[in-house]
């Protein structure tokens, strides 16, 4: 099982170029990444602040698909979201973040990574996502899937936790915790992963880096 990447000293901001260095090794070699204290701390005291902002009316119980096919399932997964929009500052911010970061990989993995949209997720107490895949080869656009936690003092036993898988096997490749600051960065076609129950509330905030697949008579929208 595969240990996240070395952290950052937590009084410093982190060297961002370090880091993108750092995920695109990983992804080469590993197909994922794992790092600690990946983001400036001032973004995630925001980005929280953000959440504990959001009443309980601006999170939707999360589906499963996509648009017209989108359903609810409380087998599968039962927490709820909140899409980012550019319009807020804060949220922005994290959407530019990742801009940066889609345009490092563009540039040293030729990955043709083209838009990112991402959404916060709470689960509450008890909250899960079964085991489930990202995208599915050669079905859909989201290449590169993003976990950003954002939850302050998290203890291995609270459980919680995000488990990576090969794509044929059972045994896992990583357990991570979801502690504050923690990135998680993998491959969405590679990686079954799913989310366990934990003792508390749980916040984070998922994302895709998706290829453009707009033809001359249908346009694909960030989501």
Not at 15 to 26: P, S
Not at 52 to 71: K, N, Y
């Amino acid at each position: 099982m595969t240990e996240a990447l070395g952290a950052f000293p937590p009084t410093e901001p982190p060297d961002q170029e370090a880091i993108f260095r750092r995920i695109a090794e990983a992804l080469t070699r590993d197909g994922y990444a794992l790092v600690p204290d990946a983001i400036d701390l001032n973004l995630l005291q925001a980005l929280r602040a953000r959440i504990e902002h959001l009443g309980a009316d601006d999170f939707v119980p999360a589906g499963i698909g996509r648009a017209q096919e989108q359903m609810k399932n409380e087998f599968v997964r039962r927490d709820e979201i909140h899409w980012l929009e550019r319009s807020d500052p804060t949220e922005a911010q994290w959407l530019a973040w990742v801009d940066a970061l889609r345009d490092y990989l563009n540039r040293r993995l030729f990955l043709g990574l083209f838009s990112y949209e991402a959404h916060f997720a709470h689960y509450a107490p008890g909250a899960f996502y079964k085991r489930h895949v990202d995208a599915f080869r050669g079905e859909a656009n989201r290449i590169l899937s993003t976990v950003l936690y954002l939850n302050d003092g998290w203890q291995h036993a609270d459980g919680g936790q995000l488990v990576l898988y090969p794509e044929n096997g059972l045994e896992p490749l990583a357990k991570v915790d979801p502690v504050m600051g923690t990135l998680a960065v993998f491959l969405s076609e590679e990686f079954p992963h799913e989310v366990l129950p934990a003792a508390r509330h749980r916040f984070s905030i998922a994302g895709w880096c998706r290829v453009n697949t707009s033809t001359a008579d249908r346009v694909d929208p960030p989501r």
